[in-house]
């Protein structure tokens, strides 16, 4: 039987250039003591093969990438399919990110798609979902955030669901400073939680992972990651810099 997993994953997004992602990602593996948590570096695409081999003999650190085309090849310019994140290593990929919806268009039919790519080749998901500050102020946020994993994931089977990792990051809560409060992040992971205990049973909902993202640091993860449903985190900023995000790494439970 499956087991929930604490994780820590960083979101490098588009910051470092290729020497000093090496170097960050060298002293993350220097730093890195024994951990029950999975800790995954999501790094720019073309950072992945070098990071691949500075990490790969380190236990518990594994390799992500921020995206991924939902065909299996073609005339696709400027795009990086599953089979090619997997010849170099990738372990785990974020889909449906805020940015690249809102930025790129990425509606949930889309996700969906990809979601299906990255599971049938072998690799895990990681699935974010988070509302606007306009639908929290609207009060409809839960709704919102049980939308998005329906239409995203619902179509699964079990035995694909229990692979993936859901991250839910509030959009007002990315690299602003504002934190969701500890309370705010317990009560949607419980409403995600529920909603999968409704379509896969108590067993699959309660092994599943649900990290919260959005202005994660040294300084607050603990407590945010002390809520019985919040498994971890998905971190942008402050996984740029060693030193804080082993920290973040240490205060998961
Ligand atoms: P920040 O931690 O910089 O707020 O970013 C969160 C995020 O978007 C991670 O995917």
């Not at 949930?108 to 509302?131: H, M, Q, R, S």
């Not at 969701?180 to 992040?185: L, R």
């Not at 990651?225 to 740029?240: E, I, N, R, W």
């Amino acid at each position: 039987m499956k087991t929930r997993q604490q994780i820590v994953a960083g979101n490098w997004k588009m910051n470092k250039t290729l020497a000093e992602g090496c170097e960050l990602a060298t002293e993350i593996a220097q730093r890195l003591k024994a951990t029950n948590a999975q800790v995954v570096l999501c790094t720019p695409y073309i950072h992945l093969p070098l990071v691949h081999d500075l990490i790969k003999d380190v236990a518990n650190l594994n390799l992500g990438a921020q995206n991924c085309h939902q065909e299996d090849k073609g005339a696709y310019t400027g795009e990086i399919s599953v089979e090619m994140l997997k010849s170099v290593g990738v372990d785990y990929v974020i889909l449906g990110h805020s940015e690249r919806r809102e930025y790129f268009g990425e509606s949930d039919e889309l996700l969906a798609k990809k979601v299906d790519k990255v599971l049938a080749g072998g690799l895990l998901p990681i699935f974010c979902c988070g509302e606007s500050l306009e639908i929290r102020d609207a009060d409809t946020h839960i709704e919102h955030v049980q939308a998005q994993i329906k239409a995203g994931l619902f179509h699964l089977s079990a035995a694909d669901f229990e692979k993936v990792v859901i991250a839910y990051e509030p959009i007002w809560a990315i690299g602003t400073g504002r934190t969701a409060s500890p309370e705010q992040a317990q009560d949607m992971h419980a409403a995600i939680r529920s909603l999968l205990v409704e379509q896969y049973g108590a067993e699959i909902a309660e092994a599943t992972s649900i990290l919260y993202g959005g202005s994660v640091n040294g300084g607050n993860a603990a407590v945010l990651f002390a809520q019985p449903d919040v498994d971890g985190g998905l971190v942008g900023g402050a996984s740029l810099k060693a030193e804080e995000f082993i920290t973040i790494v240490e205060a998961t439970k």
